[in-house]
């Protein structure tokens, strides 16, 4: 598991040091606000406010109840945005060829376009 760095930016947000960037959702478990970089018209990050770097860590060490009232919060997120049949795409990446910038676990809800393929083809994507 990855050792949590507290001077992370959402850290940092649920500190209070930074203001949250257009909140969508809050309760004492989770918050979800938008993107400060959307890439879709509709670009949400929905956070624990628990210590976790990645998913992995999540799934691996929240107890059984923040397991279920994170995935519940999440459907609530999607009612209260009102994407539920329009369709999104929820996408967390993880370490370095997950593409992560922000260690501290979160999902990405996009929508408002047709998002197209999930990764690029092999045959274009770039090397590491
Ligand atoms: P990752 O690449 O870690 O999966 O995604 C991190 C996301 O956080 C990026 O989409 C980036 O635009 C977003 N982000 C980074 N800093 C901030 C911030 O201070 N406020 C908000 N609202 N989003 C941020």
Known sequence: MQPYDDSNIFARILRGEIPVHQKVYEDDHVLA?????????LHVLVIPKGKYATIYDFYKQASAEELLHFSRAVTRIIDQLDIQKKGYRIVTNCGRMGGQEVPHFHLHILSGRPLGS??????????F
């Not at 999930?118 to 090397?127: G, W, Y």
């Open 33 to 41: 606000f938008h993107d400060i970089l959307p890439k879709a018209p």
């Open 118 to 127: 999930m990764v690029e083809p092999l045959e274009t994507a770039p090397s």
